[in-house]
């Protein structure tokens, strides 16, 4: 089984859609991250979340918004989607203070 | 500013050789990870460094962190073909609490 698995694995869509990227880790970690990689291959952290609880949240636009329906899951929500929102997002989950992270495939938006 | 700078930002050895990676960072951490990123796939996790480790070593890894100077180094010994990646450092930063600041990653090409 998939520790951290994130779907779709491609979304292409036209600016202006709203749209969903869903994360689920069986892993039974209590923190979970969004992350967005741009052309560069720069990794950027978007959201945390340690038990249903946002505990960072960078200089990300508010038209990104995490939800996590349970301790195993952060889905990202993006609205309005925009033509420099293209790039790779990837879903981590860690166990705690001093581990690692494991990261999902990634989703590959593209923005048309 | 980025918290992980990777140096250089790309590398092409071969087969057999040794590879050598840096990482400078800014602030106080709590640990250092490294991380491997195979083409189109998600990051998969290393080693970690605590801080008040100096070296490390994982089967052909070897890891070394100088908090004085705030840098490390991620050295493969006898690379093979299937070590082509893209390579980044991420700190778990004192003053971000549990996160992972990347650097923007050394990209390793080992020649067969």
């Known amino acids: 089984d998939t520790a951290v698995s994130q779907t779709p694995k491609y979304l292409v869509t036209q600016m202006g859609n709203d749209k969903s990227i869903k994360c689920e880790q069986n892993?039974?970690?209590?923190?979970m991250y969004w992350y967005k990689q741009d052309s560069k291959k720069f990794l950027k952290i978007m959201f945390s979340?340690?038990?249903?609880?946002?505990?960072i949240n960078e200089t990300v636009p508010n038209r990104f918004s995490p939800k996590s329906p349970d301790k195993a899951h952060l889905n990202l929500h993006i609205n309005s989607l925009e033509l420099g929102d293209s790039a790779v997002y990837f879903c981590?989950?860690?166990?705690?203070?001093?581990?690692?992270?494991?990261f999902g495939q990634g989703t590959r938006l593209t923005v048309v | 500013s980025q918290q992980g700078e990777e140096d250089p930002q790309a590398l092409s050895i071969q087969e057999g050789e040794n590879a050598t990676m840096n990482c400078s960072y800014k602030?106080?951490?709590?640990?250092l990870q490294w991380y491997r990123q195979n083409s189109g796939r998600g990051l998969v996790h290393l080693i970690l460094?605590?801080?008040?480790?100096r070296e490390k070593h994982s089967g052909r890894l070897r890891v070394t962190l100088d908090t004085s100077k705030k840098s490390s180094s991620l050295l493969i010994t006898a690379s093979r073909a299937a070590d082509t990646a893209s390579y980044f450092c991420?700190?778990?930063?004192?003053?971000?609490?549990?996160?992972?600041?990347f650097g923007p990653g050394t990209r390793l090409s080992v020649l067969p």
């Open positions: 460094i605590r801080s008040n480790e």
């Open positions: 991420a700190t778990d930063a004192r003053n971000y609490g549990q996160n992972f600041v």
């Open positions: 981590a989950s860690s166990p705690g203070q001093g581990k690692g992270a494991f």
């Open positions: 979340y340690n038990n249903k609880e946002l505990i």
């Open positions: 892993l039974g970690h209590d923190t």
């Open positions: 602030t106080s951490i709590n640990n």
